[in-house]
């Protein structure tokens, strides 16, 4: 979370400041997105440089197998990261490259996109190498992601959908405190395969103070 100043002895700014101040951080984050450090992680906007590392990364069968089917070439996630950037300038998008410590490439995403017009419900994914499984740089990362989307964005919910079958990527939500609301049935598909998905959801009122609550436990 974000350590506030103190506001004693400040003036408090005016209605219309208070506007300028939010309008100034939404356009910051059209134009960059900060870097976000977390223990043994970075996570900053993808480059062009990112796309080599991604494509050996996430096209692995292990990968691949719960997730939209991703680029299959270096010139694919090229225009993958460009496509990223022009969500983010339009204000609908945001994509950070996860960096482990010691590398410069990013060798995973985690993104979070707008549902509505006002970027107030969105929905976030993330993949990640599979070397990089069991390493705690998920929990971290995932952290700073959803710290970034309720103090910055005007994300005041946050969905995210695994498919039942991936026990990995439904535990790292679990882990992370979000709530499991359904199975979404034959939501998904993957090689002409269907399979259910379960939804998941964070929301700002709860996690800015402290208070996301355990998962219900869905039959």
Known sequence: MLNLPSTRGMEQPSPAAAVR??????????????????DGVELRELRASDARSLLAT?????????????????EGFEKFIAWTRRQQTEGKYVCFGVVPAGRTDAVGIIQVRALDKEFGLAEWGFAIGSA???????????RRVVDFAFETLPVHRLEARAVVENGRGNGALQKLGASCEAVLRQS????????????????RSEWVIGEVKPPARVH
């Open 21 to 38: 101040a939010r309008e100034a951080i939404q356009s910051d984050w059209r134009t960059a997105l900060p870097v976000l450090a977390a």
């Open 58 to 74: 996430l096209t692995t069968e292990e990968v691949a197998r719960f997730i939209s089917p991703p680029p299959t070439t270096v």
């Open 132 to 142: 990089f499984w069991g390493t705690g740089i998920f929990q971290g990362a995932a």
């Open 188 to 203: 998904f598909r993957r090689h002409g395969v269907r399979m259910d998905q379960m939804l998941w959801s964070i929301v």
